[in-house]
T-cell receptor
Framework: DQQVKQNSPSLSVQEGRISILNCDYT??????FLWYKKYPAEGPTFLIS?????DKNEDGRFTVFLNKSAKHLSLHIVPSQPGDSAVYFC???????????FGKGMKLTVNP | DAGITQSPRHKVTETGTPVTLRCHQT?????MYWYRQDPGHGLRLIHY???????DKGEVSDGYSVSRSKTEDFLLTLESATSSQTSVYFC??????????????FGPGTRLLVL
């Protein structure tokens, strides 16, 4: 049973527009959420995170929103750039756990 | 970039043979993890270590064993490789438990093909 879900396998947007990547979770014990970006033939790299005590965290062009009541988080990329084209993974953990639970990933394509 | 290397980067082996993948870090981080990435499954945790000689299972540990005799090295062994273990394997490290202000840093991956 998947605890972290990225229901859309892919998204295509135009350069300069907003990209919105969604993630849902089922485990109410999760209290920390992360987004990773992965280019082909490379390991995932950390992008941004949010604690459950917040509902928004921003870092440059990247903003993550958390809606705890809906068990939903989203990553907004504004403006999108061709270099943002990658697979994005949503991940979550519960307090005290050493383990992250990842979603299946979503492929973002930003067209010039 | 976190100092993580994985070896080999690519390997082709035959069903039934033993395979060992190595993860080496220069960051002196306490936690080390092995994941596999497969289409339609994302990243799944195989085993992890929270210190020298301290390891525990992840969600897909069957058919795999691990060892950590030194802080810097974490070995993943497929005792008898099967075609279902064809995958890309990633090692990750973390100074503390994942999350809570810390995160995991990933190695470049090992692509394993079991024929």
């Amino acid at each position: 049973d998947q605890q972290v879900k990225q229901n859309s396998p892919s998204l295509s947007v135009q350069e300069g527009r907003i990209s919105i990547l969604n993630c849902d979770y089922t485990n109410s014990m999760f209290d920390y959420f992360l987004w990773y970006k992965k280019y082909p033939a490379e390991g995932p790299t950390f992008l941004i995170s949010i604690s459950s005590i917040k509902d928004k965290n921003e870092d440059g062009r990247f903003t993550v929103f958390l809606n705890k009541s809906a068990k939903h988080l989203s990553l907004h990329i504004v403006p999108s750039q061709p270099g943002d084209s990658a697979v994005y993974f949503c991940a979550a953990k519960s307090g005290g756990s050493e383990k992250l639970v990842f979603g299946k990933g979503m492929k973002l394509t930003v067209n010039p | 970039d976190a100092g993580i290397t994985q070896s080999p980067r690519h390997k082709v082996t035959e069903t039934g043979t033993p395979v060992t993948l190595r993860c080496h870090q220069t960051e002196n981080h306490r936690y080390m993890y092995w994941y596999r990435q497969d289409p339609g499954h994302g990243l799944r945790l195989i085993h992890y270590s929270y210190g020298v000689k301290d390891t525990d299972k992840g969600e897909v540990s069957d058919g795999y064993s691990v060892s950590r005799s030194k802080t810097e090295d974490f070995l993943l062994t497929l005792e008898s490789a099967t075609s279902s273990q064809t995958s890309v394997y990633f090692c990750a490290i973390s100074p503390n438990a994942a999350g809570g202000g810390e995160t995991q840093y990933f190695g470049p991956g090992t692509r394993l093909l079991v024929l």
